[in-house]
């Protein structure tokens, strides 16, 4: 499954959908830690946990898709 | 002290220049491309340096001060997830590089259609829109000069200036002299933009007491939507769509697609690559954000000015001077790709192809630095026109850019797509496109999209459309 284009394409668009849920879903504007937005911060995780898929994109899909060409 | 900072710079800039090309370049594949033999240290700092241009430090710091920290998130994921066009565009690009000695993106074009009215429209597109963004990057470092040097250097000297002096070392050094200034100009920006936020929020007494007190009154800089409810649901997906397939469609990133030793090297860039946008960027959206406190009433294109104006109130002079050589850096390591990738263009694509086909590499290489004269003059002019705001020009720039995504998606992955179909997608899209950004065609239906989102999708309709149903002429591709 992971090796199939269809698996990322439905994965990296979940991770868009999740970013624009969870920012227009946000009520709490308070300054958090340093005042900054403490939904910014969830915003950070969420981009942390795209990096994290990028990584097993790149190794297992993309490699995959380097050996079969 | 200001001087000594900034000639000090300028001269180590000039002299790492020099060291990487001590032997004359007469070959186009060594000049041009660095022999497609880039390791992936110089491959991750070359795509993150031409990247990450003066807009990075001015046009963020200045479109957080006029919407909040809603810049943040669209910026950092979008940039992020150009990771994956990256792949979808480098990986083929690549391997159509190695395999058929491509060294413009054009010439690929031109490879697999065989489509000489697609191939020309294509260039004038990719060239075409990055003439006004080139312009960016001196107005960028206009601003910047004229700030550090309390006025003594007019911003339009400081444009001139600096657009003589990437002339020199980019006319000199070529893509091994360009890459080897990104690694350091990439270092100096990281770190200088992480040194300017710390001085800017030492200076306000601390960041936290100075986000509170910007909350009390102006609450909408702190909303995920920003000032007005800007980034509503719908200009926020225009937005991602927008970075996505405009990041890799300009030519000095498509360039850096074709200079890695090998596709290892381009995969584990393109990750590292990811890593930078979710961290840095917040900076200058700070920056921007805690300028309210000493200057709350910038309007318009002034306030892409706020990160130099609270430097220089909150550092000692030389501080400032030495941060601002980071911005001074990240236009520099974007104006050289640009002007290589361009005068690239222009030798192999026109030159070469139309006016002198039998043309020695010697002279293609003698050329190349002669478009690179002629295209700075013309951004230099624009530069000192200066028609709108730093993030206004980018985004009709990128838009336009954009829409070659599609047309080069539809080329390397669909055998049955129609040259002449992509032809008219990109000028029907473009014209579009146009209409939209000019108010020639009526905008309220589209509510808060951007007019790339509706010109995207007519793109892509006459692409498909007109392929099956219009000519049966395959794409010959042959990777």
């Given amino acids: 499954m992971i090796k199939k284009p269809a698996f990322w394409i439905i994965v990296f668009t979940l991770i868009v959908i999740a970013s624009v849920i969870y920012l227009f879903s946000r009520e709490n504007v308070e300054p958090g830690w340093l005042g900054i937005p403490s939904w910014v911060y969830g915003f950070i995780v969420l981009q942390l946990i795209y990096c994290a898929a990028m990584w097993v994109f790149v190794t297992r899909f993309w490699d995959h898709d380097e050996k079969a060409s | 002290m200001v001087y000594v900072i900034l000639i000090s710079y300028l001269v180590i800039t000039f002299i790492i220049g020099l060291i990487f090309t001590k032997k004359p370049e007469t070959n186009p594949e060594s000049y041009f491309l660095s022999n497609r033999n880039l390791k992936t240290i110089a491959v991750f700092f070359t795509l993150i340096a031409t990247n990450f241009s003066a807009f990075f430090f001015l046009g963020f710091a200045g479109e957080g001060y006029r919407v909040g920290y809603a810049y943040y998130p669209i910026m950092a994921l979008g940039t992020s997830f150009a990771a994956i066009s990256f792949y979808v565009i480098g990986n083929k690009a690549w391997k159509l590089g190695k395999k058929h000695g491509y060294i413009t993106p054009v010439e690929i074009v031109r490879g697999i259609s065989g489509n000489s009215w697609l191939t020309n429209l294509y260039m004038v597109v990719m060239v075409g829109f990055m003439i006004p963004f080139l312009s960016v990057q001196p107005i960028g470092a206009g601003l910047i000069l004229e700030t550090i040097t309390g006025g003594q250097i007019p911003y339009t000297w400081g444009v001139i200036l600096m657009t003589i002096f990437i002339i020199i070392y980019v006319y000199i050094g070529g893509m091994r002299g360009v890459?080897?200034?990104?690694?350091?100009?990439?270092?100096?920006?990281?770190?200088?933009?992480?040194?300017?936020?710390?001085?800017?929020?030492?200076?306000?007494?601390?960041?936290?007491?100075?986000?509170?007190?910007?909350?009390?009154?102006?609450?909408?800089?702190?909303?995920?939507?920003?000032?007005?409810?800007?980034?509503?649901?719908?200009r926020w997906i225009s937005f991602m769509i927008l970075w996505m397939t405009c990041l890799p469609m300009f030519p000095q990133i498509f360039t850096r697609f074709l200079i890695s030793r090998d596709l290892r090297t381009f995969k584990i860039s393109t990750f590292l690559y990811t890593l930078i946008?979710?961290?840095?960027?917040?900076?200058?959206?700070?920056?921007?954000?805690?300028?309210?406190?000493?200057?709350?009433?910038?309007?318009?294109?002034?306030?892409?000015?706020?990160?130099?104006?609270?430097?220089?109130?909150?550092?000692?002079?030389?501080?400032?001077?030495?941060?601002?050589t980071g911005a001074l850096?990240?236009?520099?390591?974007?104006?050289?790709?640009?002007?290589?990738?361009?005068?690239?263009?222009?030798?192999?694509?026109?030159?070469?192809?139309?006016?002198?086909?039998?043309?020695t590499h010697k002279s293609q290489v003698q050329v190349g630095r002669l478009f690179i004269l002629v295209v700075a003059i013309v951004s230099l002019v624009l530069a000192l026109l200066r028609p709108a705001s730093i993030f206004k020009i980018v985004t009709m720039t990128f838009s336009g850019s954009a829409l070659l995504f599609p047309v080069t998606v539809a080329l390397f992955y669909w055998k049955r797509v129609s040259p002449a179909a992509c032809t008219l997608a990109l000028l029907v899209g473009e014209v579009f496109l146009a209409g939209l950004t000019f108010d020639w065609i009526g905008t309220?239906?589209?509510?808060?999209?951007?007019?790339?989102?509706?010109?995207?999708?007519?793109?892509?309709?006459i692409i498909v459309v007109g392929s099956l149903v219009g000519s049966r002429k395959r794409v010959e591709f042959r990777v």
Avoid: C
Wanted: charged content about 10%; glycine content about 8%.
């Fill in chain 2, 444 to 461: 309220g239906w589209m509510q808060t999209a951007l007019p790339v989102l509706p010109a995207m999708v007519l793109t892509i309709l």
């Fill in chain 2, 179 to 234: 890459v080897a200034m990104d690694m350091k100009n990439g270092v100096i920006m990281l770190t200088f933009m992480v040194l300017a936020l710390v001085v800017i929020a030492s200076g306000i007494g601390g960041m936290s007491s100075a986000n509170i007190e910007i909350f009390e009154t102006k609450q909408d800089l702190f909303t995920p939507e920003g000032t007005g409810g800007f980034y509503t649901p719908l």
């Fill in chain 2, 277 to 324: 946008p979710p961290f840095l960027f917040l900076i200058p959206v700070a920056i921007g954000v805690l300028g309210h406190i000493n200057f709350p009433d910038l309007a318009g294109k002034t306030s892409d000015r706020i990160l130099p104006m609270m430097l220089s109130l909150h550092a000692p002079e030389w501080l400032a001077a030495l941060i601002l």
């Fill in chain 2, 329 to 359: 850096a990240a236009f520099i390591s974007t104006v050289d790709s640009l002007l290589l990738a361009i005068s690239t263009i222009g030798t192999r694509d026109i030159y070469l192809k139309y006016l002198k086909p039998e043309a």
